[in-house]
């Protein structure tokens, strides 16, 4: 376990400030975090990237694994699950502020020829009440029956580019919630889960499907509807999605570190993934699924996107993500959906409003957030399935006390 002397060293050598009278206080309080989170066998590494305007310190806890003492750092690279659809989304409103395209667009128009999806289209259902026999019994007796069928004077409602990216399509988290309820989440302890989530299979499943809502009515989180979002982009710009990142976020941000390509990660600088048991997690390919969870980042260029999310660096870059931030759709009374991003609101617990995204996949979990009006922002990255969602909201509320 990496002793907290280490770390504050490791944090000189990679170029971090050393932290004044201050700080030192909250870097010990992030230093107790970290290790309360590796002290438990079933958790291995954890990196906490913290911002504070212009100023960034890294603390690294814990090892690799069981078998590799190594510690992490910066430029680790972990899988980010989730978090992978703030770049997703990013991309969108790039490509959108061209003009090329229109966020509101029904994604039905960048799916044709040999990418053709029917994608489902909600109209309003009109109702009446018809008097009929029954079907038996001696006496025929009357009854009401309730006839429901589309109303065809109501317009067609068709799920948008937006709808995708703020999870408001009403489509399903999963393949498995095409078919029935269960949740993707269920499913990840099966090996290579991901394996059903091809072009084809999700266009099948997308075809047949039935919207029970109106688009943009509820929040339902949809890995589905987020990776045909990036597969839309895909097909109008006529570039492989691993490449349209780069072009359009990760290397005008300098992200050297990212990618959605795992051939392109050398197994060096890549922490193993470990279950929420602590047991090595089986490695797996995403496929279709790859804009919404099959990202891979380090601390350091996470670091860098919150920068450029908080205006404090690559200003060009800012309107485009400042959209990213706005409300689309509420989640509940606390909380509000942006496009990738979650907007919780001022409470009884903290007075400004935290823009954020976590994620806990098999063998990885991670954590985003910022507060804008202060300028601070954390990252948390760790190579163990268990959520870290509480660590970076305390290490947030900490930045801004």
């Not at 394996?195 to 009515?217: C, G, K, N, R």
Request: aromatic content about 8%; proline content about 5%.
């Amino acid at each position: 376990m990496a002793l907290i002397l280490w770390v504050a060293t490791m944090a000189l050598l990679i170029g971090m400030h050393a932290p004044a009278d201050g700080e030192g206080t909250l870097s010990n309080e992030v230093g107790k975090i970290g290790e309360a989170y590796v002290s438990k066998k079933k958790n291995h590494s954890l990196v906490i990237g913290t911002l504070q305007g212009e100023k960034s310190e890294v603390l690294s806890f814990g090892q690799l694994s069981q078998s590799a003492s190594a510690a992490s750092d910066e430029s680790t690279v972990y899988q980010i699950g989730e978090l992978s659809e703030l770049l997703t989304c990013a991309m969108l409103v790039d490509v959108a502020s061209e003009g090329v395209l229109k966020i509101d667009d029904p994604v039905q128009n960048y799916y044709s020829g040999d990418e053709e999806i029917s994608f489902p289209i909600y109209q309003n259902m009109k109702c009446v009440q018809r008097t009929a026999p029954m079907p038996y019994g001696y006496h025929q007796e009357m009854v009401v029956h309730t006839v429901c069928f589309p109303d065809l004077s109501s317009p067609e409602l068709h799920v948008s580019l937006c709808n995708l990216a703020s999870h408001a399509a009403s489509l399903p988290p999963s393949l498995e919630g095409f078919r029935s309820t269960r949740p993707l989440g269920k499913m990840k302890n099966k090996i290579n889960a991901y394996d059903q989530y091809t072009f084809e299979h999700i266009s099948e499943a997308v075809s047949m499907y039935e919207l029970t809502l109106p688009p943009a009515t509820e929040y339902v989180y949809s890995g589905v509807g987020m990776g045909l979002l990036g597969g839309a982009l895909s097909n109008f710009t006529e570039t492989a999605f691993a490449d349209l990142f780069q072009q359009r976020i990760g290397d005008r941000l300098l992200m050297k570190q990212t990618t959605f390509t795992r051939s392109s990660v050398p197994d060096g600088i890549l922490a193993p993934g470990h279950n929420k048991k602590g047991e090595p997690a089986v490695r797996e390919a995403f496929h279709a699924l790859t804009p919404a969870v099959g990202g891979y980042s380090s601390v350091g260029d996470l670091l860098l996107f919150l920068k450029a999310n908080l205006g404090l660096d690559q200003p060009e870059m800012s309107p485009v993500l400042e959209e990213c931030h706005i409300p689309k759709i509420t989640i509940s009374t606390k909380e509000q959906t942006g496009m990738g991003w979650k907007i919780m609101a001022p409470d009884k617990k903290r007075s400004q409003t935290v823009i954020w995204r976590g994620s806990h996949i098999n063998g990885y979990s991670a954590y985003i957030g910022f507060v804008k009006e202060s300028g601070t922002g954390v990252v948390v990255l760790s190579n163990s399935a268990n959520s870290v969602d509480e660590i970076g909201h305390t290490i947030l509320a900490l930045l801004n006390n």
